[in-house]
């Protein structure tokens, strides 16, 4: 398993941006499909965003569509989500995510699909 370390959460006002950090352990990052998930107090979590290790594939939820960019840079094992526009609902703990082993092309929208977490970056929007 890889390790991951969230960063770039904070407090931002509505129409701000936002960009969140995930640093990865280990030689094999660039074998690893990362997905960017979130919680908000008393919902479950949703997925947000995910990319393939190849990075030429992505997807995003409908409701952050056209607002948010999953990029990741293999040489520096980190994968990032860049959010504009960014809005009051979006308030939540954002969870990096990674599956292993995965198909070179291959985005990955189902929490089950991954096998590691980090421990959440909060990311407030106020209105």
């Known amino acids: 398993q890889v390790q991951l370390v969230e960063s770039g959460g904070g407090l931002v006002q509505a129409g701000g941006s936002l960009r969140l950090s995930c640093a990865a352990s280990?030689?094999?990052?660039?074998?690893?499909?990362m997905g960017w998930f979130r919680q908000a107090p008393g919902k479950e979590r949703e997925f947000v965003a995910a990319?393939?290790?190849?990075?030429?594939?992505?997807d995003y939820a409908g409701s952050v569509k056209g607002r948010f960019t999953i990029s990741r840079d293999n040489a520096k094992n980190t994968v990032y989500l860049q959010m504009n526009s960014l809005k009051p609902e979006d308030t939540a703990v954002y969870y990096c995510?990674?599956?292993?082993?995965?198909?070179?092309?291959?985005?990955?929208?189902?929490?089950?699909?991954?096998?590691?977490w980090g421990q959440g970056t909060q990311v407030t929007v106020s209105s």
């Open positions: 990319i393939s290790w190849s990075g030429n594939s992505t």
């Open positions: 995510a990674a599956k292993s082993m995965a198909p070179r092309a291959t985005a990955f929208t189902r929490e089950r699909s991954y096998d590691s």
């Open positions: 280990g030689r094999t990052f660039s074998s690893y499909a």
